[in-house]
């Protein structure tokens, strides 16, 4: 056989071998693919839904009513399957209090009310938000109602103004209550007798649905359960193990109900920093707090021994009491607040002042004032005029009396660029000889 006859089955062989490899790679890269297109599908499928949960623990006001737009925005966002609201409130705003109801029915996301933890309460404007809720929920321990509406400063209303404002408050009450399949006369009893009612009450009157131990106890409750939407749809609860997930207030939205807090808003005022987020129902608590800063003054300048002080620290301890006069103990100034802040306040207002007057009191060592009984030596005769070196400087100074070059002189006035002296020996000899 020639040499070269083995070439064409070499060849085949070859390329028998290539086309082999190559179906492997093929393979493998079809592998690779098939596995990234999972991964993708994997990545793009949604995960699954969570119960969003915010934390109210405040009067109810508009930094309230944010937060809940906030979380109910979240919410229909992230297409969670409910939000859950775990209350504590003494009552709040009416305005704000409307402006949540109405969020909270016009939620496409299901909502919770839960009144939680034990020992807590959702009182007068909690009620209302609490009833309105899709479910409405209480720990053991708890209490609601008592929701007559009352005015700001907690003042007597005439009757027609209580009528027109307990009959809109009931009117509210019904139309929610009502829609929910609640009991809308106990309800409203709330409204025109101010009842309260404990969580078993409550549930045994049909005003909530639940009474459950812990978030996760009051989901398995409702587990399967089909509730009626405010727009008449229906839709069945599946909770049960599913991811509650915390949603928190923003920086501004903290600091904002920091300051919404009566006290703080009280030490904001007594440091000049931001006024009241609150209506001075009583002008003379003002007179109160501006008379004390009168009396730390006149302690400063007569130094009474702190007679004076301690009656300004009192004073303006009764000016902050008086100072906010609300229907709940909540939105007044507390009396630890009002001592905190005045006690430290008049001792350092009376320092401050003390000071400054002793400083005002003291002789002027600057200018040309401070030139004023300085002690100088002549450097020339003063016949009457000459010159002088005083205050480390060379001035021109003139003399009535005779005044020899070397002699001592003391500055008694200063007439522009020139000084008047005396011979310093003239200016002791009175203050010499009644000594004797």
Not at 4 to 21: V, W
Request: proline content about 4%; aromatic content about 4%.
């Amino acid at each position: 056989m020639p040499a070269g006859a083995g070439c064409p089955r070499d060849s085949r062989r070859d390329a028998g071998a290539t086309m082999g490899l190559t179906g492997v790679a093929m393979r493998m890269l079809s592998g690779w693919r098939m596995l990234l297109v999972a991964v993708l599908l994997c990545c793009s499928i949604p995960s699954s839904a969570e119960v969003l949960k915010i934390v109210v623990n405040d009067t109810i006001h508009p930094i309230t009513d944010e937060y809940i737009g906030r979380a109910l925005a979240e919410a229909e966002r992230n297409k969670d399957q409910a939000l859950l609201i775990e209350l504590n409130t003494p009552g709040g705003l009416v305005d704000s209090t409307r402006d949540i109801i109405e969020k909270i029915l016009a939620s496409p996301v299901p909502v919770i009310v839960y009144v939680t933890p034990s020992g807590s309460r959702a009182a007068s404007a909690g009620f209302f938000i609490l009833e309105s809720a899709d479910v409405a929920a209480m720990a053991p321990g708890t209490n609601t109602g008592a929701a007559h509406p009352v005015t700001l400063g907690g003042g007597k209303m005439d009757d027609v103004m209580k009528e027109k404002m307990e009959n809109d408050a009931a009117a509210l009450m019904r139309s929610v209550v009502s829609k929910r399949g609640r009991n809308v006369e106990v309800a409203e009893s709330t409204v025109r007798q101010s009842k309260s009612f404990t969580d078993q009450e409550a549930l045994s009157q049909k005003l909530i649905d639940y009474v459950a131990t812990s978030d996760q106890n009051l989901l398995q409750q409702m587990q399967g359960k089909t509730i009626k939407r405010f727009d008449g749809k229906t839709v069945t609860l599946n909770l049960e193990g599913e991811q509650i997930r915390r949603f928190d207030m923003t920086l501004k939205q903290r600091i904002l109900a920091f300051i919404m807090d009566p006290n703080i808003a009280f030490i904001l005022l007594a440091v000049g920093a931001l006024a009241l987020y609150a209506e001075f129902n009583h002008p003379g608590a003002v007179v109160l707090i501006l008379a004390s800063f009168a009396l730390f003054a006149l302690e400063a300048k007569f130094a009474t021994h702190g007679v004076l002080a301690i009656g300004g620290m009192a004073t303006m301890i009764l000016g902050g009491l008086l100072l906010v006069d609300a229907p709940i103990p909540e939105m007044r100034v507390h009396l630890l607040t009002a001592l905190a802040v005045s006690i430290p306040l008049g001792g350092i207002t009376v320092f401050l002042m003390s000071i400054a007057l002793k400083a005002r009191a003291n002789k002027v060592t600057t200018g040309a004032q401070g030139l004023v009984g300085e002690v100088g030596i002549a450097q020339t005769s003063l016949a009457p005029r000459g010159k002088i070196f005083v205050h480390g400087e060379l001035w021109d100074a003139m003399s009535s009396s005779g005044v020899q070059a070397g002699q001592s002189v003391v500055v008694v006035a200063v007439d522009g660029l020139q000084l008047r002296v005396e011979p310093s020996a003239t200016m002791e000899r009175t203050p010499a000889a009644s000594m004797v």
